[in-house]
């Protein structure tokens, strides 16, 4: 059974800083492209930063570039998101998310591949306010 669990969401005022974590089981972890997805209240699902195998490519969406660090452990199978610089436009819920391909996972990402990414996690909530 696969399972990925995100933690490390809250509330935190703008400008500050949380670290998201995901923890997968139930895959062969070098075998996927693992990432993050967010959701705001009232908008569409957005991709926000996916990693390789061995971290080369990692890829970032223009709206966290510069601010949002996306990294992992394969010893301990665990992703990570390092966030800085929080603005009120970043709250969402946060979701992990893990597929095989990584064309696709990008696409989603960008919104032009919809045939769907193959685990999900059930997310955690960020809350960027003063």
């Known amino acids: 059974q696969v399972q990925l669990v995100e933690s490390g969401g809250g509330l935190v005022q703008p400008g500050g800083s949380l670290n998201l974590s995901c923890t997968i089981s139930g895959l062969i972890f070098e075998d996927y492209v693992i990432g993050w997805f967010r959701q705001a209240p009232g908008k569409e699902r957005e991709g926000v930063a996916c990693?390789?195998?061995?971290?080369?490519?990692?890829v970032y969406m223009d709206s966290v570039k510069g601010r949002f660090i996306i990294s992992k452990d394969n010893n301990e199978k665990k992703v990570y998101l390092q966030m800085n610089g929080l603005k009120p436009e970043d709250t969402a819920v946060y979701f992990c998310?893990?597929?095989?391909?990584?064309?696709?996972?990008?696409?989603?990402?960008?919104?032009?591949?919809?045939?769907?990414?193959?685990?999900w996690g059930k997310g955690t909530l960020v809350n960027v306010s003063s």
């Open positions: 990693i390789t195998n061995d971290a080369n490519p990692t």
């Open positions: 998310v893990a597929d095989r391909w990584f064309n696709n996972f990008v696409a989603t990402m960008y919104g032009t591949y919809r045939g769907g990414l193959e685990y």
